[in-house]
């Protein structure tokens, strides 16, 4: 669960709760500077969890991102993020016609004698109270960056937003069979998940 504030949209179908849609400040402080915007105009859609459901997610999140326009007036801007290394592509995202931004920058993560693998805001060569010390045996990885998709809130957002658009990236295919690759966790984009 995404520790900081949280915009919590729930989702039912015939009067049966099948999941919900979060807004929050994601990762960073940061998130609304490289569009010259504050923290209390834009946020990150960090997960969208459903379990078995019959309306389209494009429908789901339309809604949800009206009642987080509604509840939250002077928002602008909504960010989010598909993991490639997930074999993630956005497909959502593109779907219901989000802007694709490029991706984040590659990082180095650390994998623990355990094979677990710790991201390096919870992992540290340097002795820090607040995360994992890294020790001589563990690896470090690099990962590649996440695709970063925007959705403008107001028309004056859409044209300073459109000289970043990008094409949209293509969803990987297997290499043997030229099929599409299956997506591991199942649900699509990374925040999009099931239940």
């Not at 989000?98 to 919870?122: E, I, M, Q």
Request: hydrophobic residues 35%.
């Amino acid at each position: 669960m995404p520790k900081s504030k949280l915009v919590k949209v729930g989702a039912w179908e015939n009067n049966t709760f099948i999941g919900v849609v979060l807004f929050g400040y994601g990762a960073t402080a940061e998130l609304g500077t490289p569009y010259g915007l504050k923290m209390s105009q834009c946020c990150e859609l960090v997960r969208i969890a459903l379990r078995r459901h019959i309306t389209p997610v494009s429908r789901i999140m339309r809604l949800a991102l009206k009642f987080l326009t509604q509840a939250n007036p002077g928002i602008r801007l909504v960010v989010s993020f598909a993991d490639s290394t997930q074999g993630h592509h956005g497909g959502i995202y593109q779907a219901t016609n989000w802007l694709y931004a490029g991706k984040t920058a590659s990082c180095v993560f650390y994998r623990d004698p355990k094979g677990k693998l710790w991201h390096p805001r919870r992992a540290s060569k340097t002795p820090n109270l607040q995360k994992q010390l890294v020790t001589k045996d563990w690896t470090e990885e690099r990962q590649e960056g996440k695709h970063r998709y925007l959705m403008p809130l107001d028309d004056a957002m859409r044209k300073q937003i459109e000289p970043l658009r990008k094409p949209y990236p293509k969803r990987v295919t297997s290499a043997d069979s030229g099929t599409l690759a299956t997506q591991a966790g199942g649900g699509g984009a990374i925040p999009t998940v099931t239940l």
